[in-house]
C-alpha cells in the first residue's frame, strides 16, 4: 500500500534525538494509530512500551534487536517486528523512511 486514506493526521510532530528521527502520528477510521517518519544518518537506541512492526519505505537500515549480536539490514518492502517492553538499535547511512505500526 503507498497511501493510507481516510486518516487524521496530528499536526505536531514527534522529534526524537535531536531531529535525527521525525515523525507524525496518524490516525485511522478503524481507532488504531500509527506514526509515518524518517530517520536521518544516525545510529539511535529506541525504548518500545507497545509491540512494534516497522515497514521500510524509502532508504535501508540496520537494526539490533534487544538480546542479539547481529545487525541485520532492512529495505523498502521490508519489516521487521519489536517487542513491547524492548530496545532496539537502528543504524542509518542515508535517510530512511518508515512506517510505524503498533499494537
Given at each position: 500500500m503507498s497511501q493510507f486514506d481516510n486518516v487524521s493526521v496530528v499536526k505536531q510532530a514527534n522529534v526524537y534525538f535531536d531531529g535525527k528521527c521525525i515523525?507524525?502520528?496518524?490516525?485511522?477510521a478503524d481507532g488504531s494509530s500509527?506514526?509515518?517518519g524518517v530517520i536521518l544518518p544516525s545510529t539511535l537506541t529506541f525504548t518500545t512500551t507497545s509491540?512494534?512492526?516497522m515497514e521500510g519505505v524509502g532508504g535501508t537500515c540496520r537494526v539490533r534487536l534487544k538480546g542479539e549480536d547481529q545487525w541485520?539490514?532492512?529495505?523498502?518492502?521490508?519489516?521487521?517486528?519489536v517487542p513491547a517492553d524492548s530496545v532496539f538499535e537502528i543504524a542509518c547511512?542515508?535517510?530512511y523512511h518508515?512506517?510505524?505500526?503498533?499494537?
Amino acid at each position: 500500500m503507498s497511501q493510507f486514506d481516510n486518516v487524521s493526521v496530528v499536526k505536531q510532530a514527534n522529534v526524537y534525538f535531536d531531529g535525527k528521527c521525525i515523525s507524525h502520528t496518524i490516525r485511522l477510521a478503524d481507532g488504531s494509530s500509527k506514526t509515518v517518519g524518517v530517520i536521518l544518518p544516525s545510529t539511535l537506541t529506541f525504548t518500545t512500551t507497545s509491540p512494534e512492526v516497522m515497514e521500510g519505505v524509502g532508504g535501508t537500515c540496520r537494526v539490533r534487536l534487544k538480546g542479539e549480536d547481529q545487525w541485520k539490514a532492512y529495505g523498502p518492502g521490508q519489516s521487521f517486528a519489536v517487542p513491547a517492553d524492548s530496545v532496539f538499535e537502528i543504524a542509518c547511512d542515508d535517510a530512511y523512511h518508515y512506517v510505524c505500526h503498533f499494537g
